[in-house]
């Protein structure tokens, strides 16, 4: 097995042990209980790259550090919190699916349903995505606290906790204005791309990771080196998947982003190159919550004929040329150098 | 000044100085972040009872424990789980007013017509007060880390957050899921108040305090015999101010609770006592979103005329009596058991 494979088996397994402790405390509240804490389990243990425990594992051994049950805890404690995001994500998206399965909302709706119940089935199922995403925050937390690590190591790694946790949902919210605003700059999608990925997703799980296994200021410099035009990188891949992706492999229906009219630096750059036909195309389908898969190919073929495509994909390459040449000469343990490179490699070139 | 109000000043003045610190890395982020931070602020110090705090301060004292800053901080910060609570809530129930001002979700949903952004305003507004909400729950957690306890005090102490800020979230849940089951009897009304304000509101700061001093198992045990038939009362005096409470003093308008129809304990038994003309009043009115103050009148004066509010009276007086009985006999520190029968008292009469 790769060690790629084996590390997000060995997070998974982290997450199956720290829900098998937390979920008896909760449904021993109440019997009620039980379908939100399956939904967390189904949500948990069903897939997801396990991107970001695995940037801070290897920020971890970057370090130095040793391998340990413990570091592979404290990373998969950041699962806990993505899943918050996620599901508060899909709640005010009104997203419909999660890597390929009903969203949280859409299944506590079902719920609803089946049970015949009085009042909105919908309106019961973003109370139910948001009561469960508050849970998982607080699990998060929780499963940090107990990964194991001494105080001291605690002290170190809680200010970048905090601050990612703040970032994260300050992210989220710029994102939301960002779409209420509409017509957003190349420059203001970027923005929002280095807060929400390569600042969340990449650069404070490998400070993480470093700070518990007392990494050195000088190396938590190198990792923002790499980690930062990595971020945007995985960010911009993002929106390709976002109006190229695979529904298959994405878990999200085709063309998603067009649909929301999402102001990713990928449209923002087909706007800005866009004649007036294509312009045209642009304003009236962009956003729209009706747009069928033949709006979604006509799309796809105004933003390829800007250059709107190309010119992101080189944007990506010059980012992943950038974090690695910052790996090249960043004073991080050999032991961790290969695996650093191979996952600047994934993030950029993932089809889901 | 009363010890009480000096208690909710020093509170004040602990979440003033939190938020003076926190809300700058914030804001570094994104100016239009600002908002987001005005209105966790304008929330925060905009009254709130500061009951929670009141229990977590006395329960320190009743172990024995010196008055420091440290505990007036860590008792804060249950003023910011206890925002996230009310922030997600009012969202769940398309709240429009919290504390007499408009909710976040409201505030946020004016903020998006008076910038006249793309979109639903309201749709606008959940996404920025889930966010906040999620903002709060974090600075919960770092106020209380930074209150400044040594980390053998956290220890014994962070198990109760823990399942402090899991209950809650679990008790909002079997609330919506008590709504949306509807006719809930007594029993299960209850229930849910015992998770929600027994447990919540008082067991679990009591015993917070005292563990952060150091209380002895046989002190944890008492302030549960004095907490959670207190926590009953406290939750029953809420039903009776969301039918009969002056708008005035609860900051929500006159009969929230029948125009939402909360299945509370004291609904319940109006349900079980009425005739059939009451019966009638009942299921006709009960949860019409448009029920206007003739309807609400109408309705108290069944809920009046079933015996239900007389009835809800006495469960309260027991319960107030069996919290201070249990006090009298409690090993708690002399110098805390004024304040917790003066506390115990406020919280089974209070009018908001």
Redesign the interface.
């Known amino acids: 097995m790769s060690p790629a494979g084996d590390l997000r088996e060995r997070v998974d397994k982290a997450l199956h042990e720290f829900l098998y402790d937390a979920m008896p405390?909760?449904t021993s509240?109440?019997e009620?209980?039980t379908p939100?804490v399956k939904a967390a389990e189904a949500f948990l243990l069903d897939g997801g790259k396990r991107l970001r425990p695995a940037f801070c594992y290897w920020g971890h051994r970057a370090a130095g550090a040793a391998d340990s049950e413990s570091i592979v805890k404290a990373a998969a404690s950041l699962e806990l919190l993505q899943a918050?995001a996620l599901m508060?994500d899909d709640?005010?998206d009104?997203s419909d699916t999660r890597r390929g399965a009903p969203s949280v909302h859409r299944r506590f709706a079902a719920l609803?349903r089946v049970?015949e119940?009085?009042?909105d089935p919908e309106?019961?199922g973003?109370?139910?995505a948001?009561?469960?995403?508050?849970?998982a925050?607080?699990w998060a937390?929780?499963m940090l606290?107990k990964s194991g690590f001494e105080?001291a190591a605690f002290q170190r790694a809680?200010p970048i906790w905090?601050?990612m946790?703040?970032?994260v949902?300050?992210g989220?919210?710029?994102d939301?204005?960002e779409?209420?605003?509409?017509g957003g700059s190349v420059e203001r999608a970027l923005?929002v791309a280095r807060?929400k990925s390569a600042k969340y997703t990449i650069e404070r799980p490998l400070h993480l990771g470093a700070a518990l296994g007392g990494g050195s200021d000088e190396l938590m410099v190198s990792l923002s080196d790499y980690g930062l035009p990595l971020g945007e990188a995985f960010q911009l891949r993002d929106d390709i998947l976002g109006v190229f992706g695979d529904p298959e492999v994405t878990g999200k229906p085709a063309g998603d982003d067009l649909r929301e009219g999402k102001r990713t630096a990928l449209v923002a750059l087909a706007v800005d190159g866009a004649n007036d036909a294509q312009a045209q195309q642009l304003r009236s389908r962009l956003g729209d919550p009706d747009l069928d898969e033949d709006g979604v190919v006509v799309l796809r073929d105004v933003i390829t004929a800007t250059g709107a495509a190309a010119e992101v994909e080189r944007l990506i390459t010059q980012r992943l040329d950038a974090a690695l040449a910052a790996l090249a000469t960043a004073p991080v343990d050999e032991s961790a150098r290969p695996a650093l490179t191979d996952l600047a490699d994934a993030v950029s070139h993932r089809a889901g």
Not at 179 to 182: E, K, S, Y
Request: charged share 25%; net charge negative.
């Open positions: 405390p909760v509240i109440a009620e209980l939100l918050c508060h709640v005010i009104r609803h049970e119940w009085r009042g309106g019961f973003e109370a139910a948001i009561l469960l995403g508050d849970l925050l607080i937390d929780t606290a105080a809680l905090d601050a946790r703040i970032e949902m300050c989220q919210y710029l939301v204005v779409q209420a605003r509409g923005r807060l």
